[in-house]
């Protein structure tokens, strides 16, 4: 979703923009809804030559200035077909996870030598990076997904409207999750860290998980939810499944938790701050790019439950704290992660302007 949204917003500035992906896919949906230009064309493996044969049509027909891949795989295609086309357009890859694949030999060292650009979403995978990638250290650069701010503003919804319709009451503090339902997310540990707070702490506390299973997960989700009625929780535990208004939701929220293991970026809980939310995130990987410790939220060790719950307590027994932790992660996000400013950048680097990271 970050392709529509840049796509869009480079649209807005004036820039003509098409969209490149598979046939039938969300993606595709999601490009024509927004009014951009959107082309099906990538295939699988087993057309290869073919995918490659259209490519170098297209980017012969459209003379393109720039080409911007949000996967790695796409390489394979996109560099025979620029060259087949005598296409001079400026190359640029976003990487958005973690490899542990090594890639130099002499195959990848032409496919990545095609780039003016990586771009790595956070710090964490910016190293990755560089040990499993052919390219110098002077081509890569930090560039975090961006968050459009006029959608992630707590002033445009009502928390009590959204607690009424999820049920829940004005009188208790809701703290939640929000992510697909996938192993290393950290669904189990919020689950305990609900099932601690719920015996020790006294107080009237609900929980709310927000998403659903990805393809081919639904086990997983299922297990999620049976561990919450095995943990006795069915009477503070709510899942909403997967949903679009995620920005609406989060109004309804006291504390957000983001127990994620190992997260490239974590634009879900860049999102809560923004919705000026405080939180209680691991403290791994791309986290660390975001969450400022004691002043725009609270870290704690990966896989913890027992820190988990600790961080939700603390911010539980002092609203001072909610309050500041909110205040100052709203602006961390504005100076930092806004789609904007991310956009500004990416126009510095393709028209060639110096770019400071």
């Known amino acids: 979703m970050q392709a529509v949204l840049i796509s869009r917003e480079l649209r807005r500035r004036g820039h003509d923009v098409s969209l490149l992906c598979t046939p039938r896919s969300t ?8 009014g951009i230009p959107a082309v099906g064309l990538l295939g699988d493996d087993k057309q290869a030559f073919r995918t490659i044969r259209e490519l170098s049509r ?3 027909d459209y003379d393109f200035d720039v080409v911007h891949t949000h996967l790695s795989h796409d390489l394979w295609w996109l560099v025979p077909a620029l060259k087949l086309a005598s296409s001079d357009a400026k190359f640029f890859l976003t990487k958005h ?13 032409f496919l990545y030598g095609r780039l003016q650009g990586t771009f790595a979403i956070s710090n964490y995978i910016k190293g990755s990076v560089l040990n499993t990638c052919p390219v110098p250290e002077s ?10 701010l006029e959608t992630f503003d707590p002033s445009l919804y009502r928390k009590s409207e959204v607690r009424a319709e999820l049920g829940i009451p004005e009188n208790t503090l ?12 950290g669904h189990e540990e919020f689950l305990m860290a609900a099932k601690s707070l719920t015996d020790s702490s006294g107080m009237n506390l609900q929980f709310l998980v927000v998403g ?19 943990l006795g929780l069915k009477d503070v535990v709510t899942f909403t499944g997967f949903r679009k208004d995620v920005p609406r939701l989060l109004t309804a929220f006291d504390i957000l938790a983001f127990p994620s293991h190992e997260e490239s970026f974590g634009l879900g809980l860049a999102e809560a701050m923004a919705m000026k939310l405080p939180v209680v995130a691991s403290k791994s990987a791309g986290v660390l790019d975001i969450v400022v410790d004691n002043e725009t939220g609270l870290l704690v060790p990966p896989k913890d439950y ?16 909610r309050r500041s932790h909110g205040e100052a992660g709203r602006k961390r996000v504005e100076q930092l ?4 400013s991310g956009v500004d950048s990416l126009e510095r680097y393709y028209t060639g302007k110096e770019v400071e990271d």
Do not use: C, Q, W
């Open 306 to 321: 027992k820190s988990l719950a600790d961080g939700i307590l603390r911010l539980v027994r002092d609203p001072n704290v």
């Open 58 to 60: 297209l980017l012969r």
């Open 212 to 230: 659903g299973a990805s393809f081919g997960e639904g086990p997983y989700e299922s297990k999620i939810r049976n561990l919450a009625g095995d």
């Open 97 to 109: 996870m973690a490899s542990g694949v090594k890639k130099t030999d002499p195959l990848h060292r």
């Open 27 to 34: 993606i595709l949906k999601e490009a024509y809804a927004a």
């Open 337 to 340: 992660f806004s789609l904007s």
């Open 174 to 185: 809701l703290i939640g999750m929000v992510g697909r339902m996938s192993p290393g997310k």
């Open 139 to 148: 081509k890569v650069h930090v560039l975090p997904p961006g968050i459009p």
